[in-house]
């Protein structure tokens, strides 16, 4: 959880908590509230990892669920504004500097063209802005949901072992934190290599490290199928004003991901390569982002 307080015009009280050293997300809330010692706040925006449909919010890797109206009034706030985390993600966009973007490969965006955003983190998040008027719509989506689509034999006997344990395997099942391990299992078993009981970030850190084969097989095999999801992405929205990665995860992999798969598997697409060539990936190293667009979306509010 990262929390910021805003005054409309900048972030300040940046701070960060562990989901699961709290019970609850009104605890959590209460907790950063008290710790920074400012005014109660009268209006809120909370960007979260889950679909936002209705009153109910159920987290989709977490357990946490909740009312909006039961947590606005137990915070007693006037008002209080719930969005997806990558809707959020995807306002804060106009908002970043070229410093806080990793360009990776070629291509150049036009102006007021759509803008694709997708990005692994616990969870695969979706979503992008259209141009409207003179300003931007985010999306609203679920796209980390959509099936699987496998680039090449190797992938499709991954999606035939990931079939055993899921009736629908989605593109989060492999290119996620939580589809970490699931992908290493596949990929060990293909190769005949030993599986260890391994987190997402023990994977990745041995990946990096250079030192254990199986990781960095399935290390590259992450980034190859966010290139193949990338681009499914940038041709369904025709994102010819870029698309940007971002999430908990890529960030972390630097020059890995620079010099990995993605970009050539963007470009994949057959008779739409050159389509894709010319649309730019941006890899997104802004720690704070997501609040910048959650504080986007409280401004918005009438």
């Not at 605890?27 to 979260?48: D, E, F, H, R």
């Not at 987290?59 to 809707?87: K, P, Y």
């Not at 072992?161 to 989060?172: G, K, L, M, N, P």
């Not at 972390?252 to 057959?270: C, M, T, V």
Request: glycine share 10%; net charge neutral; hydrophobic share 45%.
């Amino acid at each position: 959880m990262r929390f910021a307080l805003t005054d409309g015009a900048s972030l300040q009280g940046h701070a960060a908590y562990a989901c699961a050293d709290h019970s609850s997300l009104i605890g959590a809330i209460q907790t950063y509230l008290a710790q920074t010692g400012a005014a109660p706040p009268t209006s809120a925006a909370i960007a979260i990892a889950s679909a936002v449909a209705d009153d109910w919010v159920a987290m989709t890797n977490h357990s946490w669920a909740f009312s909006i109206e039961q947590t606005r009034r137990a915070l007693g706030l006037q008002s209080l504004v719930v969005l997806n985390d990558f809707t959020a993600l995807a306002l804060s966009l106009p908002h970043l500097a070229p410093g806080n973007l990793q360009k990776i490969g070629g291509g150049e965006a036009i102006t007021r063209k759509p803008i694709a955003l997708i990005g692994p983190g616990t969870g695969l998040g979706v979503s992008g802005l259209l141009p409207s008027g003179d300003g931007w719509t985010a999306i609203e989506g679920e796209g980390g949901h959509c099936s699987f689509s496998p680039a090449n034999q190797r992938e499709a006997d991954i999606l035939r072992i990931a079939w055993r344990s899921f009736t629908h395997v989605s593109s989060e099942r492999l290119i996620s934190g939580i589809g970490f391990e699931n992908l290493y299992r596949a990929i060990a078993e293909l190769d005949r290599l030993p599986a260890h009981t391994l987190s997402p970030e023990q994977i990745t850190e041995r990946a990096l490290a250079g030192a254990d084969q199986l990781c960095i097989r399935t290390l590259e095999t992450f980034c190859a199928m966010l290139g193949t999801a990338a681009s499914n992405l940038a041709l369904t929205l025709g994102a010819r004003g870029g698309v940007y990665v971002g999430g908990g995860i890529v960030p972390k992999l630097g020059d890995f991901f620079a010099h990995s798969s993605f970009r050539a598997r963007f470009e994949a697409k057959g008779r739409r390569s050159g389509y894709l060539a010319a649309i730019p990936t941006y890899v997104i190293l802004a720690e704070h982002s997501a609040l910048i667009g959650a504080a986007q979306a409280l401004a918005a509010e009438p």
